[in-house]
């Protein structure tokens, strides 16, 4: 069973930096074709694709955000990191990170709870 | 604004059939790229609901069916109950962005 946890502060200044960690079970970042990826969500709003890493160790990002994003992986600890620098108000949202399987479409399956992330104006 | 285009709500009643369109563009859904659909329930994660255009994951039940032609697809729900009550969300890849795309969200309200 693949099950994944988002971690991080729930409140970042404006100008400050975000660190979210995704800790995962269930799957190797090492096996060919398997990706984690990060979506957020503002409070009322659609999902927003932010960034993947890949058991190669390619990363993606979105390009509206690239110059903000670096995303890790830490195989033997299953984890993931996502920093996002400069953070603003604008960033409010709930972050998620999920399993993606890169030779089966790429699709977002299973997601973490997400966790909250405010940033206040 | 999103890449991909849905209708923000759509409603019908209990037994009903719905749809929620899901429009693109020729470097996404229109250039081959699979559609992949998501539920969200209010206060939780997105599941996945269809994904490669019309497969449904094990547990999901068959009420629910997923097409795709041209630049657009489509998720369709049949015999409507109040449990379908719900956000759902389109995916799919871009090839000019590198990577994926979602649509707006539909919030389906069970009448």
């Known amino acids: 069973q693949i099950t994944l946890k988002e971690s991080g502060p729930t409140l970042v200044k404006p100008t400050q930096t975000l660190t979210l960690t995704c800790t995962f079970s269930g799957f190797s970042l090492r096996k060919s074709g398997v990706g984690v990826g990060w979506v957020r969500q503002p409070p009322g709003k659609a999902l927003e694709w932010l960034a993947v890493v890949y058991w190669d160790d390619t990363e993606r990002y979105s390009p509206s955000l690239k110059s903000r994003l670096t995303i890790t992986k830490d195989t033997s600890k299953y984890q993931v990191v996502l920093t996002m620098t400069n953070m603003d108000s604008v960033d409010t949202a709930t972050y998620f990170c999920?399993?993606?399987?890169?030779?089966?479409?790429?699709?977002?399956?299973?997601w973490g709870q997400g966790t909250l992330v405010t940033v206040p104006s | 604004q999103s890449v991909l285009t849905q209708p923000p709500s759509v409603s019908g009643a209990p037994g009903q059939r719905v749809t929620i369109s899901c429009t693109g563009s020729n470097s996404n859904i229109g250039a081959g790229y699979d559609v992949h659909w998501y539920q969200q329930l209010p206060g939780t994660a997105p599941k996945l609901l269809i994904f490669g255009n019309n497969n449904r994951p094990s547990g999901v039940p068959d009420r629910f069916s997923g097409s795709k032609s041209g630049t657009s697809a489509s998720l369709a729900i049949t015999g409507l109950q109040a449990e379908d009550e719900a956000d759902y969300h389109c995916q799919s890849y871009d090839s000019g962005l590198s990577g994926s795309v979602f649509g707006g969200g539909t919030k389906l309200t069970v009448l």
């Open positions: 999920a399993h993606q399987q890169l030779d089966g479409g790429n699709w977002f399956d299973p």
